[in-house]
């Protein structure tokens, strides 16, 4: 079955945050993919650095005020959208003032990273994931770009595999060069479980739960993998490749379109 819609759940997406080459292929991506003849939704955190007014934000009330408990903590969603100027590619921000709008993306302003960001990582996945069930869209493929969509599949394939909207949708990963150091917390680790995803599926990682074994969490869930950039460490891919999964190694993207629509049918194969 060839795939139609494709839902992808970025970190980062130009002209809302600064250019780098993660923020680039948010936009590209999509963008060559929807001129491929797919149907697309995109989706992105509601950073603090983004401007609304510049963005030309607003509130999706309809999709808004759900309440997601995070750590036993009670966290408001709220659905923004906005239009990529020039562009047919209209993007979902998931916003909430406790971790997102009243802070910037991985680093706070004195060059720390934030403690939290392993909870920002899982509200961001479960918000994008029940807003597109309330959206009533059936996506064939998730393409999850970027650490902040690292949980996405992990979720599809336990808490939500037996939601209607992702019963039979395969996931795609694309990993880049990770520049974050610190250790996600305990409080991750007991803040991930929701339904069928547990704890204890993070016993088979190292004790100390990085940001690598966050991409090896990523890489054991989903279908596909692409090799988004050339400075991916080479451990992770060696890991991808051990685990069976399809690849899409970075050296083999050429015309970018053509390369993913060829890709998705071969993980929609699978």
């Known amino acids: 079955m060839k795939a139609k819609k494709v839902l992808f759940i970025n970190q980062e997406i130009v002209p809302y945050v600064p250019e780098n080459v993660m923020s680039l292929l948010g936009k590209e ?18 950073w603090g650095i983004i401007n609304e007014r510049r963005g030309q934000l607003h509130e999706v009330i309809r999709l808004s005020r759900m309440m997601l408990i995070i750590d036993e903590t009670d966290h408001p969603l709220i659905i923004k959208v906005a239009s990529i100027p020039q562009t047919r590619i209209q993007v979902y921000f998931i916003d909430n003032d406790d971790y997102f709008s009243k802070r910037q993306l991985e680093y706070d302003e004195n060059g720390e990273e934030y403690a939290d960001n392993g909870e920002r990582a899982i509200f961001f996945a479960r918000g994008v994931l029940e807003t597109v069930k309330k959206l009533r869209w059936i996506p064939d493929i998730i393409h999850c770009q970027g650490w902040m969509s690292a949980v996405v599949p992990l979720y599809i394939k336990t808490a939500y595999h037996d939601e209607p909207s992702f019963a039979n949708t395969k996931v795609v990963t694309s990993i880049f060069g990770h520049k974050l150091t610190s250790e996600l917390n305990e409080d991750f680790k007991r803040s991930i479980e929701f339904r069928d995803a547990k704890r204890e599926m993070l016993d088979k990682y190292n004790e100390k739960f990085d940001f690598p074994e966050l991409a090896k969490l990523a890489i054991d869930y989903s279908d596909g993998i692409v090799e988004a950039v050339d400075n991916v460490n080479p451990e992770l891919m060696a890991y991808a490749e051990a685990g069976g999964k399809k690849l899409l190694r970075h ?17 929609m194969e699978s």
């Open 29 to 46: 991506v999509p963008h060559v993919v929807q001129e491929k003849g797919y149907e697309i939704r995109t989706f992105m955190p509601k």
């Open 251 to 267: 050296a083999d993207i050429g015309n970018l379109g053509d390369s993913l629509d060829q890709f998705y049918d071969l993980v």
